[in-house]
């Protein structure tokens, strides 16, 4: 069994900044974060291998959410910028213990809203 608690996101400017932190009780071989909207389907934005910290990112939001983890912490981070409109979401982080497959952890949520 994993543990994710998220913190961090709320409410930013258009162009702006906001942190999202991920802090996991267990291990884990791989973390991403995931994005909800209302009427939208699920959007895998960022992902991080725990092991070799190999990233993968949606074009939507590369260049300008780089992901990153803390092995001491067991914590992941998500660091938004260049914040647009569009990136009002709820996010999730997520992990998997294993290669492959569909994520099986899940945290809280954490709304992030950008205002123009």
């Known amino acids: 069994q994993v543990q994710l608690v998220q913190s961090g996101g709320g409410v930013g400017q258009a162009g702006g900044a906001l942190r999202l932190a991920c802090t996991a009780a267990?291990?884990?071989?791989?973390r991403g974060w995931v994005r909800q909207v209302p009427g939208k389907e699920r959007e895998v934005v960022a992902s991080i291998s725990w092991s070799g910290g190999r990233t993968n990112y949606a074009d939507s939001v590369k260049g300008r959410f780089p992901i990153s983890g803390d092995t001491d912490k067991n914590t992941v981070y998500l660091q938004m910028a260049s914040l647009k409109p569009e990136d009002t979401a709820v996010y999730y982080c997520?992990?998997?213990?294993?290669?492959?497959?569909?994520?099986?952890?899940w945290g809280q949520g954490t709304q992030v809203t950008v205002s123009s």
């Open positions: 267990g291990r884990t071989f791989e």
């Open positions: 997520a992990a998997k213990t294993v290669y492959g497959g569909s994520y099986k952890y």
